[in-house]
Nanobody, 126 residues
Framework: QVQLVESGGGRVRAGGSLRLSCAAS????????MGWFRQAPGREREVVAA????????YYADSVKGRFTISRDSAKNTVYLQMNNLKPEDTAVYYC???????????????????WGQGTQVTVSS
């Protein structure tokens, strides 16, 4: 059974930092793109960042460029999201996602991913 388990969420003040982790189990994703999405109350789930299988290319939503960094450790089957200079508008549930197909470019849409974690809450206060 494939599982993606996020951790590292929490509550911080504006300007603070958090590091999210997503550990995969049940299969290897070393040849698969992975991504981070978020969903705020009353809003659709949106892409935050994504990374190719070999970390050779990354994608960021305009709203997080320069503040967030996605990375991966294939040996640990884990993807990370370092979030700096957090803003209240970053408040959301953050989800990790993985593509089932190998060697594809990372997608910026939810339908580009087949496996999802349960989400971790990030709350940024002003």
């Amino acid at each position: 059974q494939v599982q993606l388990v996020e951790s590292g969420g929490g509550r911080v003040r504006a300007g603070g930092s958090l590091r999210l982790s997503c550990a995969a189990s049940g299969r290897s994703f070393v040849t698969n793109a992975m991504g981070w999405f978020r969903q705020a109350p009353g809003r659709e789930r949106e892409v935050v960042a994504a990374i190719t299988w070999n970390a050779g290319s990354t994608y960021y939503a305009d709203s997080v460029k320069g503040r967030f960094t996605i990375s991966r450790d294939s040996a640990k089957n884990t993807v990370y999201l370092q979030m700096n200079n957090l803003k209240p508008e970053d408040t959301a549930v953050y989800y990790c996602a993985a593509d089932r197909y190998s060697f594809r470019d990372p997608r910026d849409r939810t339908d580009g991913y087949d496996y999802w974690g349960q989400g971790t809450q990030v709350t940024v206060s002003s």
